[in-house]
Structure formats: C-alpha cells, structure tokens
C-alpha cells in the first residue's frame, strides 16, 4: 500500500539502494514537529528540516500546507530590544 505524505498529500517517495536499485526504504521521514505522521522527502527539506532549525535557533519561522493553511508558525520576541 502507497503511503501518502501527511503535509502535502503526495505519495511518499521509495529510497533506491545507490548501486542496487533496490527499494530500501518506503516509509518516508519523520514529520514531527509539523505533524505525527510521515512526510515525503521534499517535504523534509522544505518544510520539516527549516522547522526543527527554527525551533532550535529560537528564529522565526511559518510552514504551509498545500492549502496555504499555516501549520507551524513562531514568532521571535526579542526581549531587551527597544
Ligand atoms: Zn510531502
């Protein structure tokens, strides 16, 4: 069964072995924070991977859906600055 991505609805991409061609992997990558399930790998790199980086560097940051719904969104306050 093709599993589909939880934030953009694509079907998750198959890891091929570099040499083999095998299919190595189908379960796609970890969507947390953005959502529980699994993401497609260019949602890991657009949305996913900025997000976790966000959150670590405490910068600002806002994730979309394919809707154009927001689906994480922070905001930096900068105490101290006048
Ligand atoms: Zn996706």
């Known amino acids: 069964m093709i599993k589909k991505c939880s934030i953009c609805d694509n079907e ?11 299919v ?6 970890n969507a947390q924070p953005l959502t529980n399930g699994r993401c497609c790998t260019e949602c890991n790199e657009t949305k996913v991977i900025p ?17 154009g719904n927001t689906i994480y969104e922070c905001q930096v306050t900068y105490e101290g600055d006048e």
């Open 12 to 22: 998750i991409d198959f890891q091929y072995h570099p040499e083999t061609g095998e």
């Open 24 to 29: 190595m992997w189908r379960e796609g990558h």
């Open 51 to 67: 997000t976790r980086l966000a959150m670590f560097f405490q910068r600002p940051a806002k994730v979309e859906d394919k809707e």
